[in-house]
């Protein structure tokens, strides 16, 4: 296809996506919870095909020498598919936030006024090339009502379109025409800059991947974005932390996993309680391989406590997102130092304070301007199955709309409602 | 100022608006109050300056031969500044909404969730030579707990520089800086450019005027904005509707008053009862002075009925906002196409069903996808004071973050705030 193909291509989908999500937005919930477990049907009848579909892909890849992690990420196999079936199932099993009521009033002009809340229309999903992404996106979303173009990673697009097959299918059993979930057929890189410049057609992208593909999509997006960026995630262990407590929380949220988001990325440590916290802390960060890039307060605290091997911390080090097993550690004076760092070099992601102190606990959680805010408890809980949303469509750092892990609520807005018994306006 | 000048100020504008953003997202409700309070008896002592500065800019828009309601609108007389005053004495009387914790569930885990309410940090506003807009603004954002950016028409400039000061004399007998409020001092257009692409300082931009002035920002903006572009309001006379009931609706729907967003565009009527409702109507209208323009089928049944006078509608009048003494009307065979032809002309603002029929009533305000949707009562009703808001910022037509009337809430979002035990994350 050329470019001119593309984008009338594109057109339609996002013509046909709008058409449809007027049919699913007045789906009941049995009919949509029907269609997701129909979905599951047709995946579990279709493992041969989809497994066929797939070794191309990953046929392809491999002959592009790509990484094995890349490899491993785009692979299906049984019990891949097995996560997929589960995971509609459990969409399923999720309660319906689309047409709950709230607030209804009555106004002194006799009216009644309240909240109802409605799916958002159409969203747009941009994803690497993991292909459990494509049914985890088009579930949330057909759940809370919206219809769903989705973009996979071009090397996924034989998996992604037979997947896209077993949700028609599913679709289908349930009565529902197959635009509710379209996978864009071209890998061509202008389907995505004419995805992201429809806002008559769609009206939110969430991007899924790596912060240079989110930045960019935001950047050039007409359409609003929900996105992810950095995870430069504190802990600030204050004066009257509970010390046992705070080491095992500060060993949790930089090592349980190195590479989510969530993780703790800088700790900040007030001076009443550094020479008590930080060497058996470090002891257990070095004895797990941890490298650790310390300010010099910190540096003078842990030689003196006979440990070695440390790195002096940059500028750059404080607003890094590492991902790896690095550390950044500073030694502050205050709760008020420990908040101007945060505020200076964090990314508005998630943000802890490990404390005693009510009053400084409130004060971190009301000021701290940050999508998750924790007090005594590991950063590592920041995720939607944690949170009890069930699961996630991402993450976001945005102010507006949704902050922090977006679940089935976040894929939906509240509509005014007013019930009236023939009240007119008189002033 | 050239244009480099112009960066750097707005630059450093930015700055302090984000640095004051930190301030008063911690100010107590009383003190907030208090501020609000003092500038409402700063405005009230510098009467004689305020109009002083207002003849100033009033006598340039008259040398200019500007149209009298620009100049009305542009003017300020003791009873503007007795609005000005109680409109600071209402929002200081309403409930704060920073700082709310809501539904706080304790998870398997342990740790509990919920949420916490939060300013969105700093909000620009752009708006036309309207000074009222200076005071509401501010008024709005301080008690909201966010710093304010205020980007008024160059025609006010005078009138919006002396309203800075009363407004930083009232946040001086809080102890507030100035910062928490800033007017921008250039009437340079370059500045509006600087202030709507400058998301490192600005969290959400709230343009208050013309249609193709927020088009305009919408479409350069990086910082997100709050929009509202059209108001083509519907109202649907369903074929159970109260007769009696529908006329008195419909009348006081375009008729109240010809100019809001909120005013009824186009009247839709069920063929069942078009007999019924229509020639009793159309004669309110056409007393009233409304011009109609009428589909085949509604013409028929009006001249039959002995109205003259009637024009054809075309199809641009569907999707046309008249602001204006003029009303299209159709006649329809259903609700379906009722609800086709909001979806297809309207502007997702507010629109109504006149009905007795409940499971009609609940269909049209599920399906029809606007930001107000209303049962048995008048479209003008779409209003932040009628709702119960308080005063509004503005009324928006998108579809994330906030829908139709913008109050104090709609100036804030949502956190997560997690409360701990020492919990850590162990899969």
Redesign the interface.
Known sequence: MDIADIQSYMQTVGARARAAS?LI??ASTALKNQALQACAAAIDGARADLLAANAQDVAAVLANHQDPAFVDRLKLTHTTLDGMIQGLEQVAALPDPV?QITDI?R?P?G?Q?GK?R?P??VVGIIYESRPNVTIDAAALCLKSGNATILRGGSEAIHSNLMLAQCLHKGLAAAGLPPDVVQVIETTHRAAVSQLITMPQYV??IVPRGGKSLIAKIS?EA?V?VIKHLDGICHIFVDASA?IE?AI??C???KT?RYSPCNTMETLLVHAAVASEVLPSLCRIYQAKGVELRVCSQTRAILTTAGLSGLVDALQADWKTEYLAPILSIKTVASLEEAMDHI?KFGSHHTD?IITNNHSNAM?F???V??????????T???DGF???LGAEIGIST????A???VGLEGLT??????????????S
């Not at 999508?371 to 590991?378: G, M």
């Not at 807005?413 to 008189?426: A, D, M, P």
């Open positions: 007027r937005a007045r047409g009033n106004r002009s009216i006024v109802m409605v958002l229309g009206d939110v950047a007409t609003p509970d407590m095992r929380i060993d949790n949220a349980q505020e802890a004060r959680v009301r000021e301007d940050s999508a998750t805010v924790l007090i005594n408890a590991s590592r809980f920041a944690e949170f009890g945005d102010k507006l709309h902050r922090g892990p807005s509240q509509k005014w409602l007013v019930l009236g018994q023939g009240e007119i306006r008189t």
